[in-house]
């Protein structure tokens, strides 16, 4: 009666170790391990989307990424501030559109910047709050380098990709600009 108890799992146990190695023998290679099938002649899959060639953005394209990513971090940032510690509504309202907006864009380019091995760098926290005033300043300030600087890109850069993405942005930049034109005018 003991041995049942033994008997079961190890059965079990074996079953799933055989299981296992099965499914492995269908496995494809690991990429750069040698195979004794001849998987160099087979076929590609057709639904394997062409990877690009890392590192071929230009100087300027790895720039405007890099520029971009600290941008957009830092509308996130501060607009969590300003949504927290804003004075008057229509400052909480831009300062969540903020955060709301970049956080996509953010998200948008590191997804672009990692098909294309860039490396951006880390968010890092914002300062003190300061005032509605200074925000609003600061933030229509901001974005009229930030359009310039994504037209530039969706006009002169090299990748397509990068281009397209800069485009789209720079619209969103400008609605940005004219909302923040728009609130700061009503601060004064």
């Known amino acids: 009666m003991k041995n049942k108890f033994v008997i079961i799992p190890a059965v079990a146990l074996s079953a799933l170790c055989f299981a296992l190695s099965a499914e492995a ?13 001849n998987d160099s002649k087979r076929p590609p899959k057709k639904d394997a989307a062409p990877a690009k060639a890392a590192g071929k953005l230009s100087d300027k394209d790895k720039t405007f990424m890099m520029n971009a990513a ?29 955060v709301t907006d970049h956080s996509k864009a953010n998200s948008e380019l ?21 005032s509605d005033k ?13 359009l310039a600087e ?7 850069g090299t990748d397509p ?12 930049v400008k609605k940005h600009l004219d909302m923040a034109k728009e609130t700061q005018g009503k601060l004064k």
């Open 25 to 37: 023998i269908n496995m494809p290679p690991l990429k750069g391990a040698q195979s004794s099938n």
């Open 70 to 98: 600290k941008g957009g971090m830092m509308e996130v940032e501060s607009g969590k501030l300003a949504a927290q510690h804003a004075q008057n509504a229509d400052v909480k309202k831009f300062g969540n559109r903020m």
């Open 110 to 130: 590191m997804a672009l910047a990692k098909e294309e091995g860039v490396s951006l760098p880390a968010a890092k926290a914002s300062g003190k709050w300061k």
């Open 134 to 146: 200074d925000y609003m300043d600061m933030m229509v300030k901001d974005h009229e380098k930030d």
């Open 150 to 156: 994504f037209q530039a890109e969706a006009q002169n």
């Open 161 to 172: 990709d990068l281009k397209k993405f800069a485009d789209k942005t720079s619209k969103m």
